[in-house]
């Protein structure tokens, strides 16, 4: 991110309500531990990224005004390289695209949705399997391919680590997300803006061009000690 920019919106642009089939947080717990824990993980917003659907019929404002914390609405789909977030799902995209399709094809989606007003940020691309990183290996680089996803919130070891790889090498811009399914991870991982966002619109177009990065709010484990040998007579 640039140097001496006001740093204005932090958003969590990957997490999963109770409609995922996998979670069990409901929106309103998410906010109100965005509320509590404000201090410790100062998000402005989250996106919600369901998997494999879109809720074009939910509305949450009574909720962003009741706990001053905005929800976006996005999309988790699975492709031929791996699991991918979807910003900006409009009646076009979805269209086009069947998100319960788990064999998307990724380039013609990453094209479809540019096409459309949207864009793609395949998420977790350190993860086995599912990850970017791994269909690199076998595959040739996908094009167009804006940005990934920098810190997952629920990353194991070494998987952050490749992210980076694949950002270094193609030079993709970083993001971050908690990928909660559970309320008391969200807000874990995140990304800091430098511009306002308000609406999908402004997010899609920070992502697009904007000046942005990921924000890790993990907590630090502390050392172990190393035992010291105590001489005994």
Known sequence: ??????????LDLHSHSEASEDSR??????????????????LDGIVLTEHRQFNRAADYRALEDKFGVMVLRASEVET???????FGVNDDIL????????????QSLIDGVAAMGGIVVPCHPGRPNIGLYEHY????PLENVVAVEAINGGSRKGEDENSAELIDKFGYSGTGG????????????????????KTIDDLVRE??????EPVDFRPRRKPVPHAVMVETR
Do not use: Q
């Not at 991110?1 to 932090?10: A, F």
């Not at 908690?178 to 966002?197: E, P, Q, Y």
């Open 207 to 212: 992502l697009r061009e904007g000046d942005y």
């Open 178 to 197: 908690s990928d909660s399914h559970m309320v008391s991870l969200i807000g874990l991982c995140a990304t800091r803006f430098a511009a306002d966002i």
């Open 25 to 42: 947080a409901p929106v309103e717990a998410y906010l109100n531990w965005i509320k509590l824990r404000h201090a410790e993980r100062p």
């Open 137 to 140: 290996r076998s595959k040739p």
């Open 80 to 86: 031929n390289y791996g699991h991918m977030l979807v």
């Open 95 to 106: 269209g086009r695209f069947d998100f319960a399709n788990v064999r998307l094809d990724a």
């Open 1 to 10: 991110m640039k140097e001496n920019r006001h740093l204005s919106t932090i």
